[in-house]
């Protein structure tokens, strides 16, 4: 029976519990039971108990990544001799229909499209490299002809705008398009020289725009400087839209590629 009467000093001195507080945070208190966790604790992650799992060990052999590989576009620049009077306007009907024409394929080819006139002091990027048929339309309104023929000026402002287009798109493939007779009336043969320098290793076309029935062949001899092809306007077959200008363009540059992932 429990005694409802005080404790005795020898009673309390055989008692099992501490009396004092600080004693009591001395004890250790693994007695035996599971011991309570802290799931938000940083604590050694649990192991499985399954003997059969196994662990995925996984290698870059078993990494995969869709790459899209994209089509590169074409760079398409006309340099076109604006001189002369009634010749000079026959070239650049033809180039206006070759520009216009091929700007119509750049949305799905991803070309663009460019032309460089050279008449008088000097040349002119007439129509900064675009893929829009709105700006080539508006830019190509009205060209001026007539003059003098600065060959080389022609060929150095063509190498300049292939220079800063490389810049903006390396990825982007050129092709120049000379059309020209091949005679220059203005600058030196030390300027020409330079100027095709620049243009080494372009993909180039000459389109030789010389009429008559004698012929000096100076067209030639630009395209063999060029490294460059060699084709006679009047021989051309007019080739789908924009006449036989667009036509030398399509062949050169081949078949659009299509974008497809990897």
């Known amino acids: 029976a429990n005694s409802?009467?005080?404790r005795s000093p020898a009673d309390a001195a055989n008692?099992?519990?501490?009396?004092?507080?600080?004693?009591?945070?001395?004890?250790?208190?693994?007695?035996?039971?599971?011991?309570?966790?802290?799931?938000s604790s940083p604590k050694t992650p649990s192991r499985t108990t399954n003997p059969t799992a196994r662990a995925f060990i996984l290698t870059t052999a078993d990494l995969r990544e869709a790459v899209h590989?994209?089509?590169?576009?074409?760079?398409?620049?006309?340099?076109?001799d604006a001189s002369g009077s009634m010749a000079a306007r026959q070239r650049m009907r033809a180039a206006k229909g070759a520009v216009l024409s091929l700007l119509l394929d750049a949305y799905q080819r991803r070309d663009k499209v460019g032309l460089v006139t050279f008449r008088g002091e000097g040349?002119?990027?007439?129509?900064?490299?675009?893929?829009?048929?709105e700006a080539g339309a508006r830019r190509l309104d009205a060209l001026a002809t007539g003059g003098r023929t600065p060959l080389a000026a022609g060929l150095?402002?063509?190498?300049?705008?292939?220079?800063?287009?490389?810049?903006?798109?390396?990825?982007?493939?050129?092709?120049?398009?000379?059309?020209?007779?091949?005679?220059?009336?203005?600058?030196?043969?030390?300027?020409?020289?330079?100027?095709?320098?620049?243009?080494?290793?372009?993909?180039?076309?000459?389109?030789?725009?010389?009429?008559?029935?004698?012929?000096?062949?100076?067209?030639?001899?630009?395209?063999?400087?060029?490294?460059?092809?060699?084709?006679?306007?009047?021989?051309?077959?007019?080739?789908?839209?924009?006449?036989?200008?667009?036509?030398?363009?399509?062949?050169?540059?081949?078949p659009a590629g299509r974008g497809r992932a990897a």
């Open 156 to 254: 150095a402002k063509a190498a300049a705008v292939l220079a800063q287009e490389k810049l903006r798109d390396p990825a982007r493939r050129p092709l120049l398009v000379v059309v020209t007779d091949g005679r220059a009336t203005r600058g030196t043969d030390a300027d020409l020289a330079r100027a095709t320098a620049r243009l080494a290793g372009t993909a180039a076309v000459v389109v030789d725009c010389e009429t008559g029935l004698v012929r000096l062949g100076l067209a030639a001899a630009l395209a063999a400087r060029l490294g460059a092809a060699l084709v006679s306007l009047d021989e051309l077959p007019a080739a789908g839209g924009g006449g036989p200008l667009a036509g030398v363009v399509r062949a050169a540059r081949g």
């Open 4 to 6: 409802s009467g005080p």
């Open 69 to 80: 590989v994209g089509q590169e576009g074409n760079l398409v620049l006309f340099a076109v």
């Open 15 to 39: 008692s099992s519990g501490p009396t004092n507080p600080a004693d009591t945070a001395n004890i250790p208190r693994t007695t035996g039971l599971p011991q309570p966790t802290n799931p």
């Open 123 to 133: 040349a002119e990027l007439v129509l900064p490299p675009t893929s829009s048929v």
